[in-house]
């Protein structure tokens, strides 16, 4: 039933990797003529290449990707989230996330990738933990913050203790308690900047502006209390990490999709079908706690 949904958004992209094909240009309209970076999700744009060369209908071809994705996660869950198949299944089953799986749009590859990222910092994975980063930057403008906050996260040590006290005292402890590895947050560091300011050079030197047309049209838009509380909902569960060994991943989930959480609450949000901008924080979070709980 949700595989037949497209949301016409999905077509913004689409049509980069048709004019690229048709007319050789990589523009929403197939001419030099003020070409405009109205996509946010450039691996998708570029995806849309496949088809469009191989005569493919553009539409079947991303529902395909879309069943591979999904099998991908299963089989990817399935292997990390052991005993916890309930949960699995559960989440699997919502509406939203079968939408978001085949409406065209980036979203579940973005939920996907985000709760992969969160697993291999919890596991430290520091190769992986690039890689997903780095996938991210070309899925959601919202994955930008992680240049600065995966480095951080690396400059502090990894081990876990059990902090004992009131949560300002858990956070002194944690704090006093830290050896810095500043060598290697500046190699990963490094490893992120360079590629993203490769990202935004090319943008810039393309469409006349390092970043989407979307962010200056729908950003700044004013505070929006509603959707600060609202979207705030799907982030509390997080609280509960600092009363846990896990206070350091706790730090960068708070801050991460804190920061997100702010660009949603200032921005003029569109395409809101089945609560995509709060599945944005919710599927990431939910499946990293799954990941906990199957530990």
Same mark, same amino acid.
């Given at each position: 039933?949700?595989?037949?949904?497209?949301?016409?958004?999905?077509?913004?992209?689409?049509?980069?990797?048709?004019?690229?094909?048709?007319?050789?240009?990589?523009?929403?309209?197939?001419?030099?003529?003020?070409?405009?970076?109205?996509?946010?999700?450039?691996?998708?744009?570029?995806?849309?290449?496949?088809?469009?060369?191989?005569?493919?209908?553009?539409?079947?071809?991303?529902?395909?990707?879309?069943?591979?994705?999904?099998? !991908?996660? #299963? *089989?990817?869950?399935?292997? &990390?989230?052991?005993?916890?198949? /309930?949960? %699995?299944?559960? @989440?699997?089953?919502? +509406?939203?996330?079968?939408?978001?799986?085949?409406?065209?749009?980036?979203?579940?590859?973005?939920?996907?990738?985000?709760?992969?990222? !969160?697993? #291999? *910092?919890?596991?430290?994975? &520091?190769?992986?933990?690039?890689? /997903?980063? %780095?996938?991210? @930057?070309?899925?959601? +403008?919202?994955?930008?913050?992680?240049?600065?906050?995966?480095?951080?996260?690396?400059?502090?040590?990894?081990?876990?203790?059990?902090?004992?006290?009131? *949560?300002?005292?858990?956070?002194?402890?944690?704090?006093?308690?830290?050896? %810095?590895?500043?060598?290697?947050?500046?190699?990963?560091?490094?490893?992120?900047?360079?590629?993203?300011?490769?990202?935004?050079?090319?943008?810039?030197?393309?469409?006349?502006?390092?970043?989407?047309?979307?962010?200056?049209?729908?950003?700044?838009?004013?505070?929006?209390?509603?959707?600060?509380?609202?979207?705030?909902?799907?982030?509390?569960?997080?609280?509960?990490?600092?009363?846990?060994?896990?206070?350091?991943?706790?730090?960068?989930?708070?801050?991460?999709?804190?920061?997100?959480?702010?660009?949603?609450?200032?921005?003029?949000?569109?395409?809101?079908?089945?609560?995509?901008?709060?599945?944005?924080?919710?599927?990431?979070?939910?499946?990293?706690?799954?990941?906990?709980?199957?530990?």
């Amino acid at each position: 039933v949700f595989s037949r949904f497209t949301a016409d958004d999905a077509f913004i992209s689409w049509r980069y990797g048709k004019n690229l094909v048709d007319a050789g240009i990589w523009a929403f309209n197939p001419s030099a003529f003020d070409a405009t970076q109205a996509y946010t999700n450039p691996i998708f744009a570029a995806l849309s290449i496949i088809p469009n060369l191989l005569g493919w209908d553009v539409v079947l071809f991303f529902k395909l990707f879309s069943f591979a994705v999904l099998g !991908l996660f #299963a *089989l990817w869950a399935r292997t &990390l989230l052991s005993g916890s198949g /309930l949960l %699995l299944v559960a @989440f699997i089953a919502l +509406p939203a996330t079968m939408i978001h799986v085949f409406a065209g749009l980036e979203t579940f590859v973005f939920v996907f990738a985000m709760a992969a990222l !969160l697993i #291999a *910092l919890h596991r430290h994975q &520091l190769a992986r933990s690039i890689w /997903l980063t %780095l996938l991210l @930057f070309v899925t959601r +403008p919202e994955a930008w913050v992680l240049v600065v906050l995966v480095p951080v996260y690396y400059l502090f040590s990894d081990h876990t203790r059990e902090y004992q006290g009131s *949560l300002v005292q858990r956070i002194r402890g944690f704090l006093s308690g830290q050896t %810095l590895q500043p060598a290697r947050a500046f190699v990963v560091a490094a490893a992120l900047v360079i590629p993203l300011g490769v990202y935004f050079f090319f943008h810039l030197q393309h469409f006349g502006h390092a970043l989407p047309n979307t962010f200056y049209i729908k950003a700044n838009d004013g505070f929006n209390a509603v959707l600060f509380l609202s979207f705030g909902f799907f982030l509390l569960p997080a609280l509960a990490l600092l009363f846990t060994r896990q206070i350091k991943m706790a730090g960068f989930i708070l801050a991460l999709f804190g920061a997100i959480l702010l660009s949603y609450s200032t921005s003029s949000l569109s395409m809101n079908y089945a609560a995509r901008f709060a599945y944005h924080i919710f599927g990431p979070c939910f499946i990293y706690f799954v990941y906990l709980a199957s530990r």
